[in-house]
């Protein structure tokens, strides 16, 4: 059965770091794409960053220059260092993963069950 387990939430005061992880654990060929998403009370999941197999990085225009998204493939792991938090990154933050299960099989999208975020002002 596939997982993906994040860590790292908690309450942080505004201008402080923390460190986000999601692990994906089961029979996982390879994983092609991970990412984070958060979602505040009343709006929708929206992209935070991602990154790619070759370690290509996308990133919300909000928290460039404050997030660094990096992965360890050997791990399965994707992480997601936050620094200069502001109240408004205020969120759950949930992890994705695009996983393969064979040699040029389909990606599926799977999703962690979140973590919260809270930044006080």
């Known amino acids: 059965q596939v997982q993906l387990v994040e860590s790292g939430g908690g309450l942080v005061q505004a201008g402080g770091s923390l460190r986000l992880s999601c692990t994906a654990s089961?029979?996982?060929?390879?994983?092609?794409?991970m990412a984070w998403f958060r979602q505040a009370p009343g709006k929708q999941r929206d992209l935070v960053a991602s990154i790619s197999s070759s370690e290509t990085t996308n990133y919300a225009d909000s928290v460039k220059g404050r997030f660094t998204i990096t992965r360890d493939s050997a791990k399965n792991a994707v992480y997601l260092q936050m620094d200069s938090l502001k109240p408004e990154d205020t969120a759950v933050y949930y992890c994705?993963?695009?996983?393969?299960?064979?040699?040029?099989?389909?990606?599926?999208?799977?999703w962690g069950q979140g973590t919260q975020v809270t930044v006080s002002s």
């Open positions: 994705n993963a695009h996983l393969q299960f064979a040699y040029r099989g389909s990606n599926y999208s799977y």
């Open positions: 089961g029979s996982i060929f390879s994983i092609n794409y």
